[in-house]
């Protein structure tokens, strides 16, 4: 019994050197878990920071077109107003090219409305001379 109560203790004094060796184990599993976490951390972190430095120059790139856009349009703006100031100085020429010529066509409707009376009047003289035609022929045959 003796002997069984010694390797009983043998066996206890084991087990204690057993949770030894576990926690010099567990440490030892902890200290290069450790690096792992701390070298995984700082890839996350280097990835995540070229992650972010890609989001952040797309998103400059995309101001920077923008301001070439912007730049581009105002200057199309320009192109146009001067377009626009263009066509308004040749429409205020052109009217008083045409407020000159008012009183010629207004002449050119006037000799118009005579033409149209004068035609009138040559219509019905034709017929009154058919008319006078047909009479005349008329006594002739008597």
């Known amino acids: 019994m003796a002997a069984a109560a010694e390797g009983v203790l ?7 050197a057993r949770d030894d060796a576990a926690v010099e184990t567990a ?3 902890k200290e290069p878990a450790e690096a792992d976490i701390t070298e995984l951390c700082r890839d996350m972190f280097s990835k995540m920071a070229t992650y972010l430095t890609g989001e ?7 101001y920077k077109l923008l301001e070439n856009m912007n730049k581009l349009t105002s200057l199309k703006y320009l192109e146009m107003k001067d377009i626009a ?4 100085r040749n429409l205020k020429d052109l009217n008083q090219k045409y407020a000159g010529l008012q009183p010629y ?19 019905k ?15 002739e045959k008597r």
């Open 56 to 62: 952040l120059t797309a998103t400059s790139e995309d």
């Open 27 to 29: 440490e030892e599993a």
């Open 125 to 139: 003289l034709d017929a009154y001379s058919k008319k006078l035609e047909a009479k005349y022929k008329k006594l």
């Open 105 to 123: 066509l207004d002449q050119i409707n006037v000799i118009e409305e005579q033409v149209a009376a004068l035609e009138q009047a040559a219509y």
């Open 10 to 16: 043998a066996t206890r004094s084991d087990e204690p």
């Open 85 to 88: 100031i263009n066509i308004s």
